[in-house]
């Protein structure tokens, strides 16, 4: 069914740019003509040209990187979150994925989830705090299957691109209604008039130009929507199929829609790529009829009215049930080649689901580690967390008063710290020697002692500061900016 997918999305990839490339055009042409009525037009048009050049050149190589930055989404390692990096793996083997997914957690209570990414080598999956605090593995997992198979189908790149371009159609739009307000001159000059055109006409070109700054925006969304409805029944589809547990989706798309919580980082460019939308407080069918995704409701229905399968076949005629319809929601190939797949029973790892406090507790520890947080352990056994703008090299336990060493903090005079931690050990508890490997790059060995259960922060010898969350089981740790790797006890 892959094969059948891709071609499908390549053509509406081609739609797209051809469409978004006609309406940018058209805007401006419009633009220009307005600016200046002899040749504005020509010009803008040529602008618009080469702004929808640059545009699929930025979108191929790094609209995912533009969009995770505007999502607020920060890249987490496996040793910050071992559960959701596991359950990552997993629906990447299951989809037959060439690489791993990136992983970006977004610092937001509102629960949702979202995959970009033009190629599958080089794509990434980004969760929210709020979806890991609510959460089970089993819902989580039907999450991740989820944007896992919009990688897979290429799903996310046709929305990568349709996010660069729509996203350039309004600013664009935006612009030129706001600079009439602020061109000086510009109702004298077109009353007046310009060499080669009446003040009608240029009166005209205005009245077009302002009447397809509103209506192109409009026109693109228009395009995004028809392209991107269908997919998130096949995305749900194919997480039934990848999960063998459609119950466990269904109840996350519960969840997520009666949080009521709009996702603030989110808008209505980045809106469509998540799998519900993150704009709307209540998932209501009317509040749907201009929504990029279908009613969370429907798709709900659906999923439970398998008959305890998990197949594409069996996805189909839930489909057809529940929307009275016998249009196909799963390409031709796929039906043909399904297999009966009987779904299984739930795990019985309830995770967030378990302590409700607690799991609020560690979510929140997880994003201040995640936003640059320190966390020191007194020897009396006083846990401190601090912010990443502390600046002081030291700060007194607010219960026993002896002086700690804020990790990271002399990060400036990473010189002098890598001199002096040859036989003296690394700022913040790290201990041992370094030698020079055959590569030149040194070859240490630091040791820190964990002093609890809890997040912990300690230096590494060149000053960066590295994390160590509640849930790492490793025996070392490596630094991501000098390579060195430290040995946990």
């Known amino acids: 069914m892959m094969w059948e997918l891709i071609r499908q999305n390549r053509r509406k990839s081609l739609v797209l740019f051809v469409g978004m490339a006609l309406l940018l055009s058209a805007l401006g042409y419009a633009v220009g003509a307005v600016f200046d009525p002899e040749h504005g037009g020509i010009i803008g048009l040529a602008l618009a040209i080469g702004l929808w050049i640059v545009l699929t050149l930025i979108s191929v190589s790094s609209g995912d990187d533009i969009i995770l930055k505007i999502s607020r989404a920060r890249e987490v390692t496996p040793d910050v979150h071992p559960r959701l990096f596991n359950v990552v793996e997993e629906m990447k083997i299951a989809a037959g994925l060439p690489a791993m997914p990136k992983v970006y957690i977004i610092d937001d209570p509102s629960p949702n989830a979202f995959a970009i990414g033009i190629k599958p080598e080089k794509s990434a999956v980004a969760v929210t705090a709020g979806l890991i605090e609510r959460l089970n593995r089993d819902e989580l997992q039907g999450v991740v299957a989820h944007e896992v198979s919009h990688i897979s189908n290429r799903d996310s790149q046709l929305m990568t691109v349709a996010g660069i371009m729509l996203g350039s159609i309004v600013l664009i739009a935006h612009f030129f209604l706001r600079s009439l307000w602020f061109v000086p001159g510009s109702s004298r000059r077109y009353r007046r008039g310009a060499p080669g055109g009446s003040p009608q006409l ?171 947080y320190a966390f020191l352990v007194c020897a009396c056994g006083l846990k401190m967390k601090l912010p990443p703008e502390l600046s002081t090299p030291t700060i007194a336990c607010p ?25 003296a050990g690394a700022a913040g508890g790290g201990e041992g020697s370094e030698t020079i490997g055959e590569s030149g790059a040194p070859s240490q060995r630091y040791e820190y002692v964990r002093k609890g259960t809890g997040w912990e922060t300690f230096s590494c010898a060149c000053g960066n500061r590295l994390q160590l969350s509640p849930a790492f089981r490793g025996s070392v740790i490596t630094c991501k900016l000098c390579n060195r790797t430290t040995t946990i006890k």
């Open 202 to 372: 240029q009166l005209i070109m205005i009245g077009v130009a302002i009447v397809l700054a509103i209506l192109a925006p409009i026109f693109a969304r228009l395009i995004y929507l028809a392209i991107s409805r269908k997919r998130e029944y096949l995305a749900d589809a194919t997480a039934a199929q990848l999960t063998r547990y459609p119950e466990g989706l269904a109840s996350a798309l519960e969840k997520i829609s009666s949080a009521g919580l709009p996702l603030e980082s989110a808008n209505k460019v980045t809106a469509p790529m998540y799998i519900v939308n993150p704009l709307l407080k209540k998932d209501m069918k009317l509040s749907n009829l201009g929504s990029t995704h279908p009613p969370t409701e429907e798709r709900v229905k659906i999923l439970r009215s398998m008959a305890g399968r998990a197949d594409y076949r069996s996805y189909q005629r839930a489909f057809s049930k529940i929307k009275k319809t016998h249009s196909a929601i799963i390409p031709s190939s796929g039906l043909r080649k399904t297999k009966r797949l009987e779904a299984r029973e739930a795990s019985t790892d309830d995770g967030a689901a378990k302590n409700a406090k607690k799991s609020a507790r560690e979510v929140m520890d997880l994003m201040r580690a995640v936003n640059g």
């Open 399 to 423: 219960k026993c008063g002896k002086e700690n060493e804020v990790p990271g903090v002399e990060l400036a005079t990473v010189g002098a710290v890598v001199g002096a931690v040859t036989g």
